[in-house]
């Protein structure tokens, strides 16, 4: 079909044979021209793709038919206010917000306590603080302040050839905005079975094709999260 028409720039040039000459004269491929589709790489070469050869932008499908739904999150932010006069040492604040949550029948951690013990002292204001639920009464993180109004989850559709990062606000459903791309697993196939095949037959094959997909996905999380100047620790799905 001709579509693959590349110009060799540094490389072997192996004769052209009637068909694939035709095709390339079709073209206006000069000399140098030859039909990816039939050269056999032998050693490493340089080639440059003319623009009828390159494939047209993909476009990505973002949307989809949205319906009616009942907001129920897997995570949800309880307030607390502070006493009036509140322990200004963060291990004495700790204990305190601790005696809360046990109060509320909340669940924390210690771990989850130190944490927030931790970056205490740099808050500068004691005055209250938000715990952030996962399920019903296990406390995932302690946050200064009142940061109910900012809940943020990943909507993430991880197809063979394309992604699509949806960024949802907790509190109301609604769609904040999203980023789309490439799966970069294609440099490992075009389609599944490919990939299987590759990791299956070198397992080294098996912890890149894990490696490219959890940096690709990292890195449009990054970019959309930039785009409305959010800081990932307010996603908490």
Same mark, same amino acid.
């Given at each position: ?44 070469? /340089? ?5 009828? &050869?390159? =494939? !047209? ?5 973002? %949307? $989809?038919?949205?319906? *009616? ?11 607390? /206010? ?5 322990? &200004?040492? =963060? !291990? ?5 917000? %601790? $005696?809360?949550?046990? *109060? ?134």
């Amino acid at each position: 079909c001709g579509t693959c028409a590349v110009e060799i720039v540094r490389g072997p040039r192996p004769p052209l044979d009637d068909d694939e000459r035709s095709v390339l004269a079709r073209r206006k491929m000069g000399v140098s021209g030859r039909l990816a589709c039939r050269y056999v790489i032998t050693e490493d070469l /340089s080639v440059r793709v003319p623009a009828a &050869s390159r =494939p !047209s932008p993909m476009p990505i499908l973002t %949307r $989809g038919v949205e319906r *009616r739904f009942v907001l129920d999150p897997l995570v949800r932010k309880i307030r607390f /206010s502070l006493p009036k006069f509140p322990p &200004s040492l =963060p !291990s004495v604040l700790g204990k305190t917000v %601790r $005696g809360m949550l046990s *109060r509320s029948r909340l669940r924390l951690s210690a771990d989850v306590l130190a944490e927030f013990e931790r970056r205490a002292d740099s808050t500068g204001s004691n005055s209250e603080f938000t715990a952030v639920l996962r399920g019903n009464a296990d406390v995932m993180v302690v946050e200064a302040g009142d940061t109910t109004a900012h809940s943020f989850g990943l909507a993430i559709d991880l197809g063979t050839t394309t992604i699509v990062v949806e960024l949802v606000d907790l509190n109301s459903g609604r769609t904040v905005g999203h980023e789309a791309g490439i799966n970069p697993q294609v440099s490992f196939g075009a389609d599944v079975v490919s990939r299987i095949s590759a990791a299956y037959a070198d397992p080294a094959q098996a912890a890149a094709l894990r490696t490219t997909i959890l940096e690709g996905l990292n890195g449009m999380i990054l970019r959309v999260l930039g785009k409305h100047h959010l800081s990932r620790d307010l996603v908490y799905e």
